[in-house]
């Protein structure tokens, strides 16, 4: 389709929101993929069952499949977005995660199970990567931060939510495997969705007419049609700058609080607290809902007082400042009580903020990298992916070594000081250097 045969007729109605359907398409997408990274954990009292593991060395591997899968596909997947079409491999990627998702379910030992694991996390892995090159496409400038947390929102939505969708499958089923057909099956038609409405240039939409497509060109201009062919060797020059290193480094800081949190508070409020498993699910609960909510929230804020408009450095130092501060604050006054309700309470106001970092996706567009924001996004996504493989294997060691939590949560707070101290450094002001290595 041309620009010129876009619904003309709509040149003097009001911009369709066709843009912002495909963020929630892409909100969607992410709470699923949390929802199917997460199965494993729901179900893995009925699989140590019934493959009789003995070892719980084992299940951490299990565990571990997945994250060494999906760090390292992350730079690759950045790659395939800079080079081709985002719909294509949004569409693809979904569809095969679903179907390794389902093919779980008839796996017999642990070893076909964590095959299918590694299955999940390569073909989870583009889609990130894709959503941020499909940012710097389709949204402005001052949209940006909406469609930032759009875009990572599915992280917090989806742990809230996983373990109640998971629980009630098996229980209705009766079979774990039966939960993760289901899943696979809903996650390959998610897929499927995606391939139906998303489109990688507004131009190519069949559904967008003059006025919105106006709207995103003004703003955008060269940045929502086809770019010039890309090599892989554009992006060095962007990965030696200031703004890039802060910026991947905000993102490792900031994943390890956010994971860190996601993997440990169950057992942190078993052991501390002597919570049980509804006590404990119902903490989670709250705690990532509040952080999703947190996160929409932010975005909202962010768009607007851009809209009215603060310049971006005034903008993202505050609203980075107040994301890291209060998660570090939170977590260490949490640390320092003897009070469950109050440790619920705490948390809740710590991650409330705390995805505030999801405008780092948008960050590589905003400075003048669209050409390789796949590329740089899929970085800074393998650098945090790594970390989190990891920090699991190091938090256990501290627990085991000093009995207790304390120094594992005075981590998570240090690593909230290093979020804030990365994402001070990021200049919003300057622009990166566009210039490819010869």
Not at 16 to 43: C, E, H, M, P
Not at 388 to 395: D, L, V, Y
Request: charged share 10%; glycine share 10%.
């Amino acid at each position: 389709m041309s620009i010129n045969t876009i619904n003309n007729v709509g040149a003097n109605q009001n911009p369709t929101q066709v843009r912002w359907k495909i963020f929630i398409i892409l909100l969607l997408l992410g709470a699923i993929n949390y929802i199917d990274r997460t199965s494993l954990a729901i179900a893995m009292p009925y699989i140590v069952a019934e493959f009789d593991i003995q070892d719980a060395v084992v299940v951490g591997l299990l565990h571990s499949t997945f994250f060494w899968a999906y760090a390292l596909m992350q730079i690759p997947s950045g790659v395939l977005a800079d080079r081709f079409k985002t719909r294509t491999i949004i569409a693809w990627a979904t569809i095969l995660w679903g179907g390794f998702q389902a093919i779980a379910a008839l796996c017999t030992n642990t070893f076909t199970l964590a095959l299918s694991r590694v299955g999940l996390g390569i073909s989870e892995a583009p889609i990130m990567p894709a959503g941020a090159k499909l940012m710097g496409t389709w949204l402005t400038p001052t949209e940006r931060g909406r469609g930032s947390m759009l875009l990572d929102g599915g992280a917090a939505l989806g742990t809230a939510l996983g373990a109640i969708i998971l629980t009630w499958l098996i229980a209705v089923f009766g079979s774990w495997r039966m939960a993760f057909i289901v899943a696979g099956i809903g996650t390959i038609l998610a897929g499927l969705l995606s391939w139906w409405y998303i489109r990688t240039y507004p131009h190519e939409h069949p559904k967008i007419n003059k006025a919105e497509l106006d709207h995103i060109t003004e703003h955008n201009g060269s940045a929502s049609k086809p770019a010039e062919k890309y090599k892989l060797t554009d992006v060095i020059p962007y990965l030696k700058q200031r703004n890039v290193l802060a910026l991947i480094g905000g993102w490792v800081c900031y994943s390890t609080v956010f994971y860190g949190l996601m993997t440990w508070l169950p057992l942190y409020f078993q052991k501390t607290y002597g919570f049980d498993i509804k006590s404990m699910g119902g903490a989670m609960a709250f705690i990532f809902l509040l952080c999703f909510i947190g996160q929409l929230t932010g975005g909202y804020i962010m768009d607007r007082w851009r809209n009215a408009g603060a310049s971006p450095n005034k903008v993202l130092h505050t609203m980075l400042a107040i994301s890291a501060v209060t998660a570090g604050v939170g977590i260490f006054l949490c640390a320092n009580i003897n009070n469950p309700t109050w440790a619920v309470i705490l948390l809740g106001i710590a991650m409330f903020p705390l995805r505030w970092a999801s405008v780092y996706w948008s960050i590589p567009s905003l400075l003048g990298a669209q050409k390789v924001a796949g590329t740089i996004c899929g970085t800074m996504n393998f650098t945090s992916n790594l970390f989190a493989a990891i920090i699991p294997i190091f938090i256990g060691f501290i627990v085991q070594m000093t009995g207790n939590y304390y120094a594992a949560m005075m981590f998570f707070a240090a690593a909230a000081v290093g979020y804030l101290v990365c994402s001070m450094t990021i200049n919003f002001d300057k622009k990166m250097e566009l210039e490819p290595t010869k």
